[in-house]
């Protein structure tokens, strides 16, 4: 498809985000199991792997800068790949953490890259506590006057995000983008997903 000229952007909104929402959903229904889940991550990656340079090439505006990461001793990282790519799709400069992604490490990549947003993500109950003590330890450094806080993940709820403090809480990744405008007060016809 890039060397036929297609959109990158057409590539990504309509071929592998489009694909990785639908394993996930069949997943979700019990028609795939973690191999398949795995399986079409992993090319989800691999396609990521080839369009990010080319689009990173094409300079677009970026429209804000968000930090993402797993939380410590979490590995889970399909869903929060899933958020990265659609951030990635809708304009937002991406700066990707990875898993076990420690309090300390948010905080230092908050102020280095001086981001607006922090995102985080986590899949099981023994480490969610990790959202709160990264939030506690933006608001001990002085930085939550000048980044929002986004949660998400199966085991997070409104209600626990409202409790440690989070600014925002997605149940999916989908609505990631639309979310983070929101709290950054951002127009919505800033955003640059491909147009059909
Ligand atoms: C795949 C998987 C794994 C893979 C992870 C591979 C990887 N690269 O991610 C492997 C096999 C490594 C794994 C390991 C473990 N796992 Co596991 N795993 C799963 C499984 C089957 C699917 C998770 C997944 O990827 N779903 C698909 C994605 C797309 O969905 P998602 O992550 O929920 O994300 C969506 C939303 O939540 C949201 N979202 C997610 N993050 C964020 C962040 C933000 C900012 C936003 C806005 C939105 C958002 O967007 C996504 C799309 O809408 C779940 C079961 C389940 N049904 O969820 C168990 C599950 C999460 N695992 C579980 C467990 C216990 C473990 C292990 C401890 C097992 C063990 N005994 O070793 C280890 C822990 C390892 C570790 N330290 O993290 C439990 C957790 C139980 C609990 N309540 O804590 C679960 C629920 C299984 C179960 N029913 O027992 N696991």
């Known amino acids: 498809m890039i060397k036929e000229g297609v959109d990158l952007f057409r590539i990504l909104n309509h071929g592998l985000i489009p694909g990785m929402l639908d394993a996930s959903e069949r997943f ?18 691999f396609g990521l792997n080839v369009l990010r340079p080319l689009i990173q090439e094409r300079k677009n505006h ?3 800068k968000v930090i993402i990461g797993t939380v410590k001793f979490d590995l889970h990282d399909i869903g929060k ?4 790519i659609l951030l990635e799709g809708n304009g937002f400069e991406i700066i990707d953490l990875g898993v076990d992604v420690t309090p300390e490490k948010f905080v230092r990549a908050v102020e280095k890259h001086e981001a607006q947003m922090l995102a985080m993500s986590s899949l099981l109950t ?3 506590s990790w959202m709160r003590f990264t939030i506690e330890q933006l608001q001990a450094s002085g930085l939550s006057k000048k980044v929002k806080t986004l949660v998400g993940g199966a085991p997070v ?4 995000a409202k409790n440690i403090g989070a600014d925002g809480y997605c149940r999916e990744a989908t609505s990631a983008p639309s979310t983070i405008r929101k709290l950054l ?12």
């Open 28 to 45: 979700r229904r019990g028609e795939f199991f973690i191999p398949e889940l795995l399986m079409s991550s992993r090319a989800l990656q």
């Open 126 to 128: 023994s480490t969610m």
């Open 62 to 64: 970026k429209i804000a």
């Open 185 to 196: 007060g951002i127009d919505e016809d800033e955003g640059i997903l491909v147009k059909q």
């Open 81 to 84: 790949n899933l958020v990265t």
């Open 157 to 160: 709820t409104p209600i626990f």
